[in-house]
């Protein structure tokens, strides 16, 4: 069983462009959310998406969007970036067998805009 | 806004003392609660974790303690060995926000030999 994969691990960007980050999500688990972790900060909610609809939104701009495939892998997009998105981007999946918050994490695309 | 407030920040133990971390919340939907161990350049790991009807629960030399009146739950690493050496973080969700974890500002927790 594979675990939850990510990529690129790392990337730098430009202030104002625009970047794509992927996730695959475990096997079996059909819910994927994303997370920003800002440095030495606890990670914060995103979106989520289930079934390839968002199912949940927190407190990101519109420029933070997103998707989900038919094998539930998952894009993260990010628009006209600033210096305050450098962060950790964690994806984590889950499946409706899942007791609650147990999300099961990638190890994260780390994202430092110039 | 939905928070969860963590302490320490950060805290050195020597190996086989107890790293006690504490972590406070406001929403009283909220129905589980993990920890959530990562080292450096990892995701975040689940650790344990406690529904709100039992105040204790343990699995090795891990322990949780939850006070459902105060809205505080605690983690207790017993024997802390130096691979034990991370940042732990606390969280909390609700099934009726779809599961979506608040997580704590996380404690670094360095256990010295």
């Known amino acids: 069983e594979t675990g939850v994969t990510q990529s690129p691990t790392h990337l730098i960007k430009t202030r104002g462009q625009q970047v794509t980050l992927r996730c695959s999500s475990q096997?079996?688990?059909?819910?994927v959310s994303w997370y920003q972790q800002a440095l030495g900060q606890g990670p914060q909610f995103i979106f989520q998406?289930?079934?390839?609809?968002?199912?949940g939104r927190g407190n990101f701009p519109p420029r933070f969007s997103g998707l989900q495939f038919p094998n539930y892998s998952s894009e993260l997009n990010v628009n006209a970036l600033e210096l305050d998105d450098s962060a950790l981007y964690l994806c984590?999946?889950?499946?409706?067998?899942?007791?609650?918050?147990?999300?099961?994490f990638g190890e994260g695309s780390r994202l430092t805009v110039l | 806004q939905q928070q969860v407030k963590q302490s320490p920040q950060s805290l050195i133990v020597q190996k086989g003392g107890i790293s006690i971390i504490n972590c406070a919340y406001e929403?009283?939907?909220?129905?589980?609660f993990p920890w959530y161990q990562q080292f450096p350049g990892k995701g975040p790991a689940l650790l344990i974790a406690?529904?709100?009807?039992?105040s204790e629960k343990k699995e090795g030399r891990f322990t949780i303690s939850f006070n459902k009146s105060a809205k505080q739950f605690s983690l207790h690493i017993m024997d802390s060995q130096p691979g034990d050496s991370a940042t732990y973080f606390c969280?909390?969700?609700?099934?009726?926000?779809?599961?979506?974890?608040?997580f704590g500002g996380g404690t670094r927790v360095l256990v010295k030999p």
């Open positions: 096997s079996g688990h059909n819910t």
């Open positions: 998406y289930y079934r390839e609809e968002e199912n």
């Open positions: 969280a909390a969700s609700s099934r009726a926000a779809g599961n979506k974890l608040t």
């Open positions: 406690i529904r709100p009807d039992v």
């Open positions: 929403n009283t939907a909220f129905d589980y």
């Open positions: 984590a999946s889950s499946s409706p067998r899942s007791k609650g918050g147990e999300l099961f």
